[in-house]
């Protein structure tokens, strides 16, 4: 078996992963002030400075369809047996649906895309798993059985700290961002069953929220089963926090990350989250 795996932009990787010469990424295109960008020539921190910068907030397009049916012919034309696309949850972003069809048009390669019902860290996750198992021999089967539970078990919940960035975003109304920000309301997101991004409450201070995200996570993941991501978009304090209480409450694997541009632009600087995946 010859293995490719193609994913896009809002997977957080780890950097030994990325040199991995049978990953391929798709660009997710952001545009600031009427100028595109591609969030692989961006570290984190220089996203975020530039996102302080801007006029107006950042806004994410579609990757192109038409270059990952490219890339697959290549793929095919280079001895490719296998294709695993592991891409941004289809509850964020059109573009699953849109390449949906491509997976039965290449004879020679058997390809496949998962739906993956998350982003960031966790999807990371489950491409550098899909790879420890390929390099230990494992079929291709057995690397979409992992997926699925994988995709089964993870979860996150996120902190929005300022309401702004949703409002200028569209994901909010001018008048929630008003009354949000009155209130000192802090909203706290999670990911639903179908991958979309949803409301799981609403609390007054980050404080009460950051209380009620351990609480999650006490809920949502076994200790020794699991990994745990804490990951923020400059919000270093408050991730240290969430961190110290996973090593305090026993859990053995967990890791600080940071949010890549895509995921940023989606939930503004400030952020937190805590996200979960079985291993």
Do not use: C
């Amino acid at each position: 078996m010859k293995l490719a795996i193609i994913t896009d932009t809002s997977a957080d990787i780890a950097e030994n992963y990325k040199k991995n010469p049978d990953l391929f990424v798709l660009e997710v295109p952001i545009s600031i002030d009427g100028v595109d960008y591609k969030p692989s020539e961006f570290s984190s921190e220089a996203w975020f400075d530039l996102m302080k910068k801007g006029k107006d907030v950042p806004k994410t397009s579609q990757p192109s369809v038409a270059e990952l049916s490219e890339l697959l012919k290549k793929l095919e034309n280079t001895g490719y047996t296998h294709v695993l696309g592991l891409f941004l949850t289809s509850g964020i972003s059109g573009f699953y649906a849109n390449a949906f069809y491509l997976q039965n048009e290449f004879k020679k390669m058997e390809v496949k895309f998962p739906e993956t019902f998350i982003t960031s860290a966790p999807l990371g996750f489950m491409i550098e798993t899909a790879f420890d198992l390929a390099a230990s021999g494992a079929d291709f089967e057995e690397i979409l059985a992992k997926v699925e539970l994988q995709k089964n078990g993870d979860n996150a919940f996120m902190l929005v700290d300022d309401l702004h960035w949703l409002a200028k975003g569209g994901r909010l109304s001018r008048g929630g961002e008003i009354l949000g920000t009155l209130l000192n309301i802090k909203p706290l997101l999670q990911f639903s069953e179908d991958g979309r991004v949803v409301v799981y409450d609403k609390v007054r201070t980050a404080k009460k929220a950051l209380v009620e995200m351990k609480k999650m996570l006490l809920e949502t993941a076994e200790k020794d089963t699991y990994k745990v991501y804490v990951i923020h978009s400059d919000a270093a304090e408050r991730a240290q926090e969430l961190y110290d209480y996973a090593i305090e409450q026993g859990y053995q694997d967990v890791e600080i990350a940071i949010f890549g541009p895509v995921i940023a632009t989606h939930l503004g600087l400030g952020a937190v989250a805590y996200a979960v995946s079985p291993k």
